[in-house]
């Protein structure tokens, strides 16, 4: 138990007349099968898990500041990239100047969300947040005009 936190990308990708020629499409997961009249096809998407922390309250936190009204258990928050490159600023920002964490990356309590203290494994959520977004920023230069689209949610 405790707080398990997700970062998932969804790319938009417009269907090409080359895939909507080929007739019927069959995609299969796990545990279905699905079929698709790919003549019809206007946009496929695709979502990917891309990041995923625990009990990294701070980051919690953080994005549950981002909503009007704060997220609620398992609750998916959608945003921008733009939102993504804020964090890692405010990342960047108290791991530069320490005495920021409680101002710009307070913590938060919850039913276990992890320790509140501002320690070295406070600064090493933050490490890694940065590291997963300087990636995720690489990638998204990749996807072109299309875009993505963030979402975050949290099981606790």
Not at 24 to 41: F, M, R
Not at 49 to 58: E, G, I, L
Request: charged residues 35%; glycine residues 6%; hydrophobic residues 35%.
């Amino acid at each position: 138990m405790g707080l398990d936190m997700y970062l998932k990308r969804k790319t938009y990708c417009r269907a090409t007349e080359e895939m909507k020629s080929n007739g019927n499409l069959t995609l299969k997961g796990s545990d279905t099968e699905i079929k698709v009249n790919a003549k019809k096809l206007s946009r496929i998407v695709i979502e990917e898990d891309v990041a995923y922390w625990r009990k990294a309250n701070r980051i919690h936190n953080w994005f549950d500041k981002q909503t009007e009204t704060g997220l609620a258990n398992c609750q998916e928050f959608a945003f921008s990239f733009d939102t993504l490159m804020e964090l890692r600023e405010d990342c960047k920002q108290v791991l530069a100047e320490k005495d920021l964490a409680e101002k710009l990356l307070p913590t938060c309590e919850g039913f276990f969300f992890g320790e509140s203290d501002y320690d070295e494994y406070y600064f090493e959520a933050l490490e890694e947040t940065v590291d997963i977004i300087d990636k995720l920023e690489k990638e998204e230069a990749e996807y072109g005009e299309d875009g993505c689209q963030y979402s975050y949610n949290a099981w606790w």
